[in-house]
């Protein structure tokens, strides 16, 4: 909404300025190619609303129709440029989330349910909220809440050390950690878990 009304505030003036309309083409292809990015428009955006005066002459519609039409022939040919190659489209978003999400472990654990509680790393606490709701995770990315001392106990863990002794990991029933984790060696080796799951992205370890 942001990014469309600051394309309005522009092409609204009575002189169209051309490196407004292309810094916010150019800045809107960046920031939704990832939803991540999504706050590079808005100083853009911002800016250019700001700029917009309050009150201005009445243009006659003859006079701006040629306008109105270069500015949505650039806004086309600015976003046919720069589409292909930020891939913002569903399977492009779905071809990134399984490249950096646990979308097949998941989907493994959907189709077949382990009893929890759930470990995991911060990394993917939120998604994991998002996509598997009837796992409560054991932390997320939220540090503060959970304060200084657990999320040290976490990264220890991660890297592990002293894993045998996380009263959280003693607990679960249920691994999901990044295929890179240290702890997954630590874990494959440990004769209390079976690895169940694995892919290039995600491991999941079951209580044996």
Request: proline residues 7%; aromatic residues 12%.
């Amino acid at each position: 909404m942001l990014a469309a009304a600051a394309f309005v505030a522009v092409g609204r003036r009575k002189e169209v300025d051309l490196f407004k309309l292309v810094l916010l083409a150019v800045a809107s292809a960046v920031a939704f190619r990832t939803v991540r990015d999504a706050w590079f428009i808005c100083i853009p955006a911002v800016a250019c609303i700001a700029d917009f005066p309050a009150r201005e002459t009445v243009r006659d519609p003859e006079e701006t129709l040629p306008e109105s039409l270069a500015v949505a022939a650039i806004v086309v040919i600015a976003w046919w440029l720069f589409a292909p190659s930020t891939d913002f489209n569903p399977s492009g978003l779905d071809r990134a989330a399984r490249r950096q999400l646990p979308v097949g472990a998941v989907k493994f654990l959907r189709a077949n349910p382990r009893p929890g509680p759930l470990y995991n790393t911060f990394n993917w606490g939120s998604f994991l909220i998002w996509s598997m709701p009837e796992y409560p995770v054991a932390i997320d990315g939220r540090t503060d809440l959970y304060g200084d001392e657990i999320d040290e106990l976490f990264t220890l863990t991660s890297r592990g050390v002293a894993y045998r002794d996380d009263p959280y990991l003693n607990e679960s029933r249920l691994i999901l950690l990044q295929q890179k984790n240290i702890l997954v060696k630590f874990l494959t080796a440990d004769p209390r878990f079976e690895l169940i799951y694995q892919d290039g992205v995600a491991v999941v370890f079951a209580r044996r």
